[in-house]
């Protein structure tokens, strides 16, 4: 847990207090004036899982484009970037991609309402999760795929393999991945 809130903070260190989304992509603010919230159109959800309950839901999407926003609310840039992965979704869900959010911060179990008040906000009406594992469990996922620093978006193919793991992408090199995956 340790090395994902370093991963965080030296993020949040470099990329201070731009109202850039570190990714190209323009987007909402992830902060809004009162009363210019979006409406949410759909019932946004929050699903504890263990690593392993991730893959089985990441399964279930096999058909489909996945995109894996990995984050959690304690981390500055990925909550200035989910604006980005919101408009994202929207813009290719027609096209066969599903986005999927997940919190990797085992600690925010405690603060589940917290980021689902947030999810709401974003209008994130695709699946997202909060892990509930061990710290080993949830290290050997990051590992595997590679997902720090945070914010991490990790892409499968429509077969629901593990394609590739983007962290400090342009918004170009994200919409080429997703394109040349939805190409094949």
Not at 26 to 49: C, D, F, I, K, N
Not at 54 to 80: I, N
Request: hydrophobic fraction near 40%; charge should be neutral.
């Amino acid at each position: 847990m340790t090395r994902r809130i370093l991963a965080g903070l030296a993020l949040a260190t470099v990329t201070g207090c731009e109202t850039k989304t570190g990714n190209g992509l323009t987007a909402p603010a992830a902060t809004t004036q009162r009363g210019s919230s979006p409406a949410p159109t759909e019932a946004v959800t929050l699903r504890e899982v263990t690593v392993e309950g991730f893959q089985k839901a990441l399964a279930e999407q096999k058909g489909k484009v996945v995109l894996v926003d990995v984050w959690f609310l304690g981390c500055a840039p990925c909550v200035k970037k989910f604006p980005s992965f919101v408009a994202l979704h929207a813009k290719y869900a027609g096209e066969g991609v599903t986005g999927m959010s997940l919190d990797i911060m085992v600690s925010e179990v405690a603060k589940k309402e917290r980021v689902q008040e947030f999810l709401a906000k974003q209008n994130a009406t695709f699946p997202n999760f909060i892990l509930n594992d061990t710290e080993a469990a949830v290290d050997a996922w990051m590992d595997r795929y590679q997902t720090i620093p945070t914010p991490a978006l990790v892409i499968y193919n429509r077969n629901g393999e593990y394609v590739k793991t983007l962290t400090e992408a342009t918004a170009e090199q994200i919409e080429a991945a997703v394109k040349e995956q939805l190409a094949k």
